[in-house]
């Protein structure tokens, strides 16, 4: 079988179906992805072909526009920026999309390429499936990601409602361009929400997160919503993207030289004062009698000339999995991939949020009680300090690891890969 998987946006939305994507072709099938031009090569290195597809938002995100914005906590900023920079790259992203999916017998789409996606194969008359990384269709459990503060549990009507106006929004947004493509398709114009139309034609869409993360969901949700956990790629095809290339004999060798330190890091999130944030990180470690490591993957760090006390330890990438086990706590962004990586290994996550479903996953550890949430932008050291510090008991770590052990840590890419062959019988 021919599977097509256009995708767009940063790092964090294509790694996990870079792992089903092998697991498909393991099962025989040929498999073809579209990606932003920034990860093509990324793709290429697990393996799997790959050809450009949709802008590189990641040179959004750096842009001076995309910092001032980022530095801001504007989710809706930053979501209209994307959507200027999708208007310019409309017409490109809707023949790219094309060019991926043709001749495929199914089309494996996710959150932001499934209105394309859909279009496309009403048009080639192929079944379709949509991958979701965090709760974005209407229930009662949980108000759309972004649109009330993350620590409010509103009643079931005002989560709906949140729901009914952000569809809504998207549908205005993007009707003018999904109806270029239709046309360009030979189809009919449509005016439904994505969501509308991927439930009319019982789509399937594929929670690739836990069911733990968000109780509640699930029994809301018919079987066209399952949960297949977090997507994990396997140890050779790790080494071949070079997530075990990192020096971990020499970061190993400084965690077991003294206590385990807690972890900082923001994932693929541009800091705008990357040097700031490492003082603060200085200065409250040191405050709390901890020691920390920190990765500089997220920013413009010079790791060689980062100045901080020696309880800090500055690096570059380093597989999680590895390192993660031996730490005490974790801070970071809240992408769901790192979060993920962090409660498996069981520690308690203070997630500093940016945007878009950040803010959502940092209200979800701190109503858990294995974790507290602030925003980037509320982040001083004194609120780090008092976030942090109820994190570092051994009652917290407790709760944590019960926790971890009601992840699904293995199997996700399995088990959404028998989805997307269940789909194309």
Known sequence: MRIAIPLTGTRGDVHPVVALGIELRRRGHDVLFGAPP????????????????????QQLYSSPEGQQALAAGNTLRLMQLVAKQMSGYADRMNREVIEVCQGADLIVASTVTEDRASSVAEAMGVPLVSLHYFPCRANSAYPFPGALPAHWSPPAAVNRATWTVAENLRRVAFLPYLNALRAELGLRKSFASPAGVLARARVPELQIYDPALVPGLPRQWDARRPFTGFLTLDHDTRAAVGDLAGDHDGILRWIDAGSPPVFFGFGSMPIKDAAAVLRMV????SLLGVRALVSAGWSDLDIAAAHAGDHVRVVGDFAHDVVFPRCLAAVHHGGIGTLFESL?????????????????????????????????????????????????????????????ATLQTEGGAARAADRVEAAAR
Request: charged share 20%.
């Open 38 to 57: 920034n990860l093509v090569d990324f793709v290429k290195s697990a393996g799997l072909p790959a050809q450009a597809c949709g802008p590189d938002v």
């Open 282 to 285: 200085d200065e409250v470690s």
């Open 344 to 404: 498996r290994a069981g520690l308690p996550t203070l997630v500093c949020s940016v945007s878009f479903d950040q803010p959502m996953w940092g209200g979800q550890v701190a109503k858990l009680g294995i974790g507290a949430h602030l925003r980037f932008t509320q982040l001083t050291a004194e609120r780090l300090r008092q976030a942090l510090a109820p994190l570092l008991t051994p009652e917290s770590r407790s709760r944590v690891a019960e926790f971890a």
